[in-house]
């Protein structure tokens, strides 16, 4: 059975003055009632509640059947269901969406009167086929089971309930399409848009005779009484509209709500309605066989005068009509009187209370729904209904003891109610000494403290969170303090209830730091080491893990180091960037962040790096993780060392590893070439301060993994003047096996290495630049003589030694130069002729 309301959705009303017995009305335009009767039409002007004047009159070529206004630009969508005859054999049947097609009945689309070209812009689609069989126990009259009422509500897209924006008639978009219908004794709404799906299903407590749907009400008249329904049309557009609709972050009363009467209201002989903005338009008809004639009795002694009523047939059958106009009240006005009649559910803490405000909150999104209709002031009066009927649900879910407990959340968020505000909404009154916090409180409050929602609560609100935590889900406490939102909390009251924890259900390492927190804040530096030594340095990384906002914060929108992190810089930077990276491989953080935490955190700008961010990444190549972009991570770390040994700038911390460190740990620093060591040595002048981040630039690029065709455009800066840049240099080069171009620049720059480089590096394939590049290089420079003379001569003669070992004898004379010297060549052809016999 649908539950009444006795509640007064319909204001004042007014007669329509017809000349005319109505036949036909319907509402339409701005503010116009047109009615019908006969031939002749008459239209009113209909204007809020002032009264309803006529504007003119017209007739027609013949006897008005059907009455509809269509808005110019707007075109009309007709629907044509057809039923078979009842037969008593057949079963009740449903057909939704494509497979209504297969009941039969066949539809034919005309093209009367319009153009051939317009014909392939429309088709017919199936919807819906129902088929009802009367229960025969109750030998009803076929009257009554004939369908009345179809109609269609198509509802538009309305962009943001709570914009202000207004779109114009031209902007409308289809969003959601429904569908009623009825039997005289129950009614059915569908949903038709994506798919078929029936919405509410209304059960008449006498027989209707017609009624309307409308965004926010189900109309229905009996023979004496006005009936008004909610409907569910709102909370299904809302989900077509609004994806965000049932998360944490919105809701909306479930569409399978039961539906409910607002009120049935007495008026007498109804035969017709139709419904035009807020109005309901009536037609009245006595029967001519109940009109009452008054008449005088007459005058006895001591008696007063009394009249009687009694029934009369007239000779020539006549009827009482009136065409009434009843004007339902503003949406705001009904929902004030849905809220207050809601109160008295209250304190007894049933669902009914949150099924009135469910509805009062579906009329208030319905009214929205339509804001091409309002004005401005009438917009804004109904957001903040809105937002107040999603306070009202939040209070609801938040207090009463229900399965959805956890719809507090989304309500109170579109409420817009800080979280200060609805905790000043809390009775924290406790009368036995015993409070008892709903889950719906608890959900909201602790999913709000895990947000950054950049506001603070009071010393006091924040003593009560704790307190209320302790109670009801006093494993959430330290997560609980550690929230940006907690910031004024005592730390000494925090401490105390830290304290009383039963450690044995949750991590006792969380506890441990989140008391050292604490301490930190009140300046007890003693405790707080006391605290830290609790616990080996793993598993103080694990209780960062377990809650981030230890180490960091946002707060509108920005990474902010905690105090806690400031401390851990100073006193341990290894387990803050241990703990960072622990952060980061349980995606706790993202590598951005973690950097941006790093600059603030060393008070750097955004184009200046501290060590202990290069510490972090360097951390991170040690740990090889899979998510890692890897040459993005290179290309950081080269940049770097390339800047500061460009720039002949030492780091402004001590590094946490060496080069030495890195290659014994991380398989993407490889072995720096024995060569390099050579090349370096060679320059006593360099600078030793920055000989660690050179060994780890090089070490990459002597690495498996690293990419060096990305790093040569940003090789510039580190001149190759310096040993530093040549080796650098020619590690990237020889990298690209460009050997010969390697070569050149080591017998220019420093020969005395460019034989332990071709030792390395000329192999297997690349054997014979021994005599086809490097031989005749150093013939050349020698001829030229200078003051690295005797370089070229020590190099070429270890060039002659692996060249006769490797080449035949013809073979070998052919590389040798031929304006050379004998004697020179001798021992090495020599040896070249006798390798055979030797071997």
């Given at each position: 059975?649908?539950?009444?309301?006795?509640?007064?959705?319909?204001?004042?009303?007014?007669?329509?003055?017809?000349?005319?017995?109505?036949?036909?009305?319907?509402?339409?335009?701005?503010?116009?009632?047109?009615?019908?009767?006969?031939?002749?039409?008459?239209?009113?002007?209909?204007?809020?509640?002032e009264l309803?004047r006529?504007?003119?009159?017209?007739?027609?070529?013949?006897?008005?059947?059907?009455?509809?206004?269509?808005?110019a630009?707007?075109?009309?969508?007709?629907?044509?269901?057809?039923?078979?005859?009842?037969?008593?054999?057949?079963?009740?049947?449903?057909?939704?969406?494509?497979?209504?097609?297969?009941?039969?009945?066949?539809?034919?689309?005309?093209?009367?009167?319009?153009?051939?070209?317009?014909?392939?812009?429309?088709?017919?689609?199936?919807?819906?086929?129902?088929?009802?069989?009367?229960?025969?126990?109750?030998?009803?009259?076929?009257?009554?089971?004939?369908?009345?009422?179809?109609?269609?509500?198509?509802?538009?897209?309305?962009?943001?309930?709570?914009?202000?924006?207004?779109?114009?008639?031209?902007?409308?978009?289809?969003?959601?399409?429904?569908?009623?219908?009825?039997?005289?004794?129950?009614?059915?709404?569908?949903?038709?848009?994506?798919?078929?799906?029936?919405?509410?299903?209304?059960?008449?407590?006498?027989?209707?005779?017609?009624?309307?749907?409308?965004?926010q009400?189900?109309?229905?008249?009996?023979s004496?009484?006005?009936?008004?329904?909610?409907?569910?049309?709102?909370?299904?557009?809302?989900?077509?509209?609004?994806?965000?609709?049932?998360?944490?972050?919105?809701?909306?009363?479930?569409?399978?709500?039961?539906?409910?009467?607002?009120?049935?209201?007495?008026?007498?002989?109804?035969?017709?309605?139709?419904h035009f903005?807020?109005?309901?338009?009536?037609?009245?008809?006595?029967?001519?066989?109940?009109?009452?004639?008054?008449?005088?009795?007459?005058?006895?002694?001591?008696?007063?005068?009394?009249?009687?009523?009694?029934?009369?047939?007239?000779?020539?059958?006549?009827?009482?009509?009136?065409?009434?106009?009843?004007?339902?009240?503003?949406?705001?006005?009904?929902?004030?009187?849905?809220?207050?009649?809601?109160?008295?559910?209250?304190?007894?803490?049933?669902?009914?209370?949150?099924?009135?405000?469910?509805?009062?909150?579906?009329?208030?999104?319905?009214?929205?729904?339509?804001?091409?209709?309002?004005?401005?002031?009438?917009?804004?009066?109904?957001?903040?209904?809105?937002?107040?009927?999603?306070?009202?649900?939040?209070?609801?879910?938040?207090?009463?003891?229900?399965?959805?407990?956890?719809?507090?959340?989304?309500?109170?968020?579109?409420?817009?109610?800080?979280?200060?505000?609805?905790?000043?909404?809390?009775?924290?009154?406790?009368?036995?000494?015993?409070?008892?916090?709903?889950?719906?409180?608890?959900?909201?409050?602790?999913?709000?403290?895990?947000?950054?929602?950049?506001?603070?609560l009071?010393?006091?609100?924040?003593?009560?969170?704790?307190?209320?935590?302790?109670?009801?889900?006093?494993?959430?406490?330290?997560?609980?303090?550690?929230?940006?939102?907690?910031?004024?909390?005592?730390?000494l009251?925090?401490?105390?209830?830290?304290?009383?924890?039963?450690?044995?259900?949750?991590?006792?390492?969380?506890?441990?730091?989140?008391?050292?927190?604490?301490?930190?804040?009140?300046?007890?530096?003693?405790?707080?080491?006391?605290?830290?030594?609790?616990?080996?340095?793993?598993?103080?990384?694990?209780?960062f893990?377990?809650?981030?906002?230890?180490?960091?914060q946002?707060?509108?929108?920005?990474?902010?180091?905690?105090?806690?992190?400031?401390?851990l810089?100073?006193?341990?930077?290894?387990?803050?960037?241990?703990?960072?990276?622990?952060?980061?491989?349980?995606?706790?953080?993202?590598?951005?962040?973690?950097?941006?935490f790093?600059?603030?955190?060393?008070?750097?700008?955004?184009?200046?790096?501290?060590?202990?961010?290069?510490?972090?990444?360097?951390?991170?190549?040690?740990?090889?993780?899979?998510?890692?972009?890897?040459?993005?991570?290179?290309?950081?770390?080269?940049?770097?060392?390339?800047?500061?040994?460009?720039?002949?700038?030492?780091?402004d911390?001590?590094?946490?590893?060496?080069?030495?460190?890195?290659?014994?740990?991380?398989?993407?620093?490889?072995?720096?070439?024995?060569?390099?060591?050579?090349?370096?040595s060679?320059d006593?002048?360099?600078?030793?301060?920055?000989?660690?981040?050179?060994?780890?630039?090089?070490?990459?690029?002597?690495?498996?993994?690293?990419?060096?065709?990305?790093?040569?455009?940003?090789?510039?800066?580190?001149?190759?003047?310096t040993?530093?840049?040549?080796s650098?240099?020619?590690?990237c080069?020889t990298?690209?096996?460009?050997?010969?171009?390697?070569?050149?620049?080591?017998?220019?720059?420093?020969?005395?290495?460019?034989?332990?480089?071709?030792?390395?590096?000329?192999?297997?394939?690349?054997?014979?630049?021994?005599?086809?590049k490097?031989?005749?290089?150093?013939?050349?420079?020698?001829?030229?003589?200078?003051?690295?003379?005797?370089?070229?001569?020590?190099?070429?003669?270890?060039?002659?030694?692996?060249?006769?070992?490797?080449l035949?004898?013809?073979?070998?004379?052919?590389?040798?130069?031929?304006?050379?010297?004998?004697?020179?060549?001798?021992?090495?052809?020599?040896?070249?002729?006798?390798?055979?016999s030797?071997?």
């Amino acid at each position: 059975m649908v539950q009444l309301y006795n509640l007064h959705p319909f204001g004042s009303q007014q007669v329509v003055p017809c000349k005319l017995e109505p036949e036909q009305f319907c509402g339409g335009g701005r503010d116009a009632l047109f009615v019908a009767a006969g031939c002749k039409v008459e239209a009113f002007a209909v204007s809020g509640q002032e009264l309803c004047r006529p504007r003119c009159a017209f007739s027609t070529l013949g006897r008005v059947l059907r009455l509809a206004y269509s808005e110019a630009g707007i075109s009309n969508e007709t629907l044509q269901i057809e039923s078979d005859d009842f037969v008593i054999c057949q079963k009740p049947m449903e057909l939704l969406g494509e497979k209504s097609e297969q009941s039969g009945i066949s539809v034919t689309l005309e093209s009367t009167g319009l153009a051939d070209e317009k014909i392939k812009y429309f088709h017919v689609q199936h919807l819906l086929y129902r088929r009802f069989a009367p229960d025969i126990s109750s030998y009803v009259l076929s009257d009554d089971i004939k369908l009345h009422s179809l109609q269609l509500l198509p509802i538009y897209q309305t962009g943001s309930l709570t914009s202000d924006t207004k779109s114009s008639s031209q902007e409308k978009e289809l969003l959601s399409l429904f569908c009623f219908f009825s039997l005289p004794h129950v009614g059915y709404l569908y949903m038709v848009v994506k798919s078929v799906e029936l919405m509410s299903v209304y059960q008449y407590p006498e027989k209707s005779q017609q009624a309307v749907l409308t965004p926010q009400f189900l109309h229905v008249i009996t023979s004496n009484y006005l009936q008004c329904y909610t409907v569910r049309c709102s909370a299904a557009a809302a989900r077509e509209e609004d994806p965000y609709v049932d998360t944490t972050l919105k809701a909306c009363p479930p569409v399978s709500m039961d539906v409910c009467a607002l009120r049935i209201q007495l008026f007498i002989g109804l035969k017709a309605i139709c419904h035009f903005k807020n109005h309901v338009i009536l037609l009245t008809k006595a029967d001519p066989e109940t009109i009452p004639e008054r008449k005088e009795s007459p005058k006895r002694l001591g008696s007063k005068k009394v009249t009687s009523v009694t029934l009369r047939t007239p000779p020539v059958a006549e009827a009482g009509w009136n065409l009434y106009i009843v004007n339902t009240i503003s949406s705001v006005q009904l929902y004030k009187e849905m809220v207050d009649y809601s109160n008295t559910y209250k304190t007894a803490k049933t669902q009914s209370c949150i099924h009135l405000l469910s509805e009062a909150h579906l009329l208030v999104r319905a009214a929205l729904m339509e804001a091409c209709q309002l004005e401005p002031g009438e917009k804004a009066e109904l957001i903040e209904a809105f937002k107040d009927s999603c306070a009202h649900l939040g209070d609801c879910y938040s207090r009463l003891d229900t399965q959805h407990s956890h719809l507090a959340l989304p309500y109170y968020k579109m409420s817009g109610l800080s979280m200060a505000e609805v905790l000043a909404r809390v009775d924290w009154a406790v009368e036995d000494g015993s409070q008892k916090y709903e889950r719906g409180l608890i959900f909201y409050i602790n999913h709000s403290l895990y947000e950054n929602l950049d506001e603070e609560l009071s010393e006091e609100l924040a003593a009560k969170v704790v307190q209320m935590f302790h109670v009801a889900e006093p494993k959430q406490l330290p997560h609980i303090l550690c929230s940006p939102s907690m910031k004024n909390i005592d730390p000494l009251t925090a401490i105390s209830y830290l304290r009383k924890l039963d450690t044995s259900g949750l991590s006792s390492v969380l506890v441990t730091l989140t008391k050292a927190a604490m301490a930190l804040k009140m300046g007890d530096l003693d405790m707080h080491r006391n605290e830290m030594k609790s616990h080996s340095e793993m598993k103080l990384v694990c209780g960062f893990i377990l809650e981030p906002r230890l180490l960091i914060q946002q707060r509108k929108g920005q990474v902010v180091p905690t105090e806690f992190a400031v401390h851990l810089k100073e006193t341990q930077p290894g387990l803050l960037v241990a703990s960072v990276l622990g952060l980061q491989k349980n995606n706790k953080i993202a590598i951005e962040e973690a950097d941006s935490f790093f600059k603030v955190l060393c008070g750097k700008d955004e184009d200046t790096i501290p060590q202990l961010l290069v510490d972090f990444w360097e951390a991170l190549l040690v740990a090889c993780l899979p998510d890692v972009v890897l040459q993005e991570l290179f290309f950081k770390l080269t940049s770097q060392y390339i800047w500061r040994l460009s720039k002949k700038q030492p780091p402004d911390t001590i590094p946490l590893r060496t080069s030495e460190d890195l290659i014994n740990t991380c398989s993407h620093y490889g072995l720096i070439n024995p060569w390099v060591n050579v090349l370096l040595s060679s320059d006593s002048l360099e600078d030793k301060n920055f000989m660690d981040d050179l060994s780890k630039l090089q070490s990459l690029i002597c690495g498996p993994s690293f990419d060096i065709a990305s790093i040569i455009p940003f090789l510039e800066p580190l001149s190759e003047d310096t040993v530093a840049g040549l080796s650098v240099h020619v590690l990237c080069y020889t990298r690209l096996k460009e050997y010969e171009l390697c070569i050149d620049r080591l017998l220019e720059r420093c020969p005395e290495a460019v034989i332990p480089y071709a030792n390395h590096e000329l192999k297997e394939e690349n054997r014979t630049l021994w005599w086809k590049k490097l031989l005749p290089e150093l013939c050349q420079r020698i001829k030229r003589g200078g003051e690295k003379y005797q370089l070229y001569l020590s190099s070429l003669k270890e060039t002659l030694s692996v060249v006769a070992v490797e080449l035949e004898l013809r073979d070998f004379l052919n590389v040798l130069p031929e304006d050379g010297t004998a004697a020179f060549f001798l021992p090495y052809l020599l040896y070249c002729s006798r390798k055979k016999s030797l071997t």
